[in-house]
């Protein structure tokens, strides 16, 4: 069965997903619509900035955390260490190239590389919060292999003005593709392709145009050639604005999720979702296979962050974000299925979306890609990460240049940079009403968080009165940490969790830095020893105002005070 809009498709995306591959000229009506509806969304919170290196050595603290694409280039321990030291917060391992061999050597040496505490105290020895995310290759559509190739590097020549037909029984794969009759390995083509739309082969290198549908299994799609180019056996095929019924997840992805399960990877980013039902599909098989090793109910999944990479899945958006734990923009493959010229845009209203759910969001793709081979940066690119941040996002992410690029901590270090002065710039109030800050207010103020979410937004706003350098959160689980988050507080929220599995699945949220320790300590000493253990790792400095947030039954669910760091 394939996927149906969702009833909010109408609304969000509306200019974005009008035409595949037009153009459309804003008027000053749609200006001001826009400005009216982005209005509707202001909270009286702005985006934060880190605190200031103090003349103590109080550390800075960049607040958007960083996702960082670990590779061959990376993977070694003297490289790792140094991306870590850089700002890397979460490791991404991209089961679309990784070896099981490599993925291993990368998290072993991840283990070597964690944060060590430098005094003796209540807090774990050797702080195991740098994060990992598993990426899926997910399901794809791609041509056959090529008639005659025993290389697989041979390729054809497609021809402007020419006609090809594409194929889908399975003779034509058996027999290879040639110029005029190119395999594709989704039987369903026919069935969600209609005359005068585009079929994107290899990352969009050669677009075709549909001009004739048969009916019936099987049934060949007649395209006319847009452009000149060479095509290579198996290249990929995007259908922009198609709406498939492609499975969430293939045979690989399956063989890849339980294996993240095995390795207690601490989330799994879902490639090419199309709708909430994938997303369930992926939930239902992850507890499959927590039963099938024998782990406990209670035993934490991996969050589930979908990614957004197609027209489809910003049609269904709305579904999809309810269902997930969070949401990757994920830029390569949505600029080749929507115009490029809309990616910004629909960047943006992604954002927003998650920020007003209190859902982490990241930002992805080419966002230093110029870095891969040179030690600086294009402008372009710190204006990428830059608006990043004044969007709202959680997480920015490298890919290549981390991965493969021949300066992978210098790339941090510079991402490190760059959110710094942009987080320092909205704090100051520079962008007055050109920024808008969405905060978590409209969806988490309501039914069971009611009472939660209400404490959480005093704090924050008792955190903007008194200047707080932190706000320390005191639970198990670290649970309550996500919704202070979500009122994006002016300084760093250090949430004091018992496992290192509670503390690595916070470190995605913006500003939360998970803390281990505090298990040996009485309710009654435990705010005493938090701001200690604060103070002594660079948190906070004497004389500093906090925010300290107390979930536990002493108080019937959770409280806040202020105080000054002695």
């Known amino acids: 069965m394939f996927v149906r809009a969702s009833r909010n498709a109408s609304r969000r995306f509306p200019s974005i997903l009008q035409k595949p591959f037009t153009t459309r000229q804003f008027s000053i009506k749609d200006y001001k619509e826009a400005s009216t509806a982005a209005q509707q969304l202001k909270t009286s919170f702005e985006l934060p900035c880190p605190t200031e290196v103090q003349a103590d050595g109080t550390r800075a603290f960049q607040l958007t955390k960083i996702v960082a694409t670990i590779g061959p280039t990376s993977e070694q321990l003297e490289p790792l260490k140094k991306v870590v030291d850089a700002g890397m917060k979460i490791m991404r391992l991209n089961f679309s190239h990784a070896t099981t061999e490599e993925v291993e050597l990368r998290l072993a040496n991840l ?120 095509l290579r056996s198996r290249a990929g095929v995007n259908l922009p604005m198609a709406e498939t019924d492609l499975p969430a997840m293939s045979e690989k992805d399956k063989k890849d999720i339980k294996y993240g399960l095995e390795i207690d990877v601490d989330y799994l980013a879902a490639s090419f979702i199309q709708s909430a039902e994938g997303v369930r599909e992926i939930r239902t098989y992850m507890e499959q296979c927590a039963a099938e090793l024998g782990w406990e ?107 493969k690029g021949k300066y992978p901590s210098e790339t941090i270090k510079m991402m490190n940079d760059i959110i710094l002065a942009a987080e320092s710039y909205v704090s100051s109030g520079s962008l007055g009403s050109l920024y808008v800050q969405h905060g978590g207010t409209r969806s988490l103020y309501s039914g069971e968080k009611k009472m939660t979410t209400a404490v959480a937004k005093a704090s924050v706003t008792a955190s903007l009165v008194h200047d707080a350098s932190a706000i320390l959160i005191l639970s198990e689980d670290g649970g309550f940490a996500p919704i202070v988050s979500a009122f994006r507080p002016n300084c760093p929220i250090v949430a004091f969790c018992s496992t290192g599995k509670a503390a690595r699945q916070l470190n995605l949220r913006r500003g939360i830095f998970p803390v281990i320790g505090l298990t040996d300590v009485s309710p009654e000493e435990k705010g005493t020893v938090a701001m200690e253990e604060a103070k002594a790792m660079g948190f906070v400095s004497t004389g500093d105002s906090i925010i300290m947030l107390d979930i536990s039954e002493k108080y019937g669910g959770a409280s806040f005070t202020t105080a000054t760091v002695s």
Request: proline share 4%; net charge negative.
């Open 111 to 230: 283990a070597k590389a964690q944060d060590t505490v430098s005094h003796d105290g209540h807090v774990a020895r050797t702080q195991d919060v740098r994060a990992t995310l598993l990426d899926t290759r997910g399901p794809e559509i791609r041509c056959g292999k090529l008639k005659g190739d025993l290389s697989g590097h041979e390729t054809i020549s497609l021809v402007k003005g020419e006609t090809i037909t594409l194929q889908t029984a399975s003779k034509y794969e058996d027999e290879g593709s040639t110029e005029t009759d190119l395999f594709i390995n989704y039987s369903k083509l026919n069935e969600c392709m209609s005359p005068g739309m585009k079929v994107l082969l290899d990352d969009g290198a050669v677009i075709l145009t549909v001009t004739e549908v048969a009916t019936g299994e099987n049934g060949p799609v007649t395209c006319s050639i847009d452009n000149s180019g060479e």
């Open 297 to 403: 109910k209670d035993r934490p999944l991996p969050l589930i962050i979908s990614k957004i990479e197609s027209a489809s899945a910003l049609i269904h958006f709305d579904e999809i974000l309810e269902e997930s734990d969070g949401i990757m923009v994920a830029r390569g493959d949505l600029g080749v299925e929507i115009p490029i010229q809309q990616v910004t845009n629909a960047q943006k209203e992604m954002v927003a979306a998650c920020n007003a759910v209190g859902k982490p969001v990241i930002v992805a793709t080419q966002m230093l890609e110029s870095m891969a081979k040179n030690p600086r940066p294009t402008r372009a690119e710190v204006s990428d990460v830059t608006n990043a941040v004044y969007d709202g996002a959680d997480a920015v992410m490298t890919s290549g240049e981390t991965a």
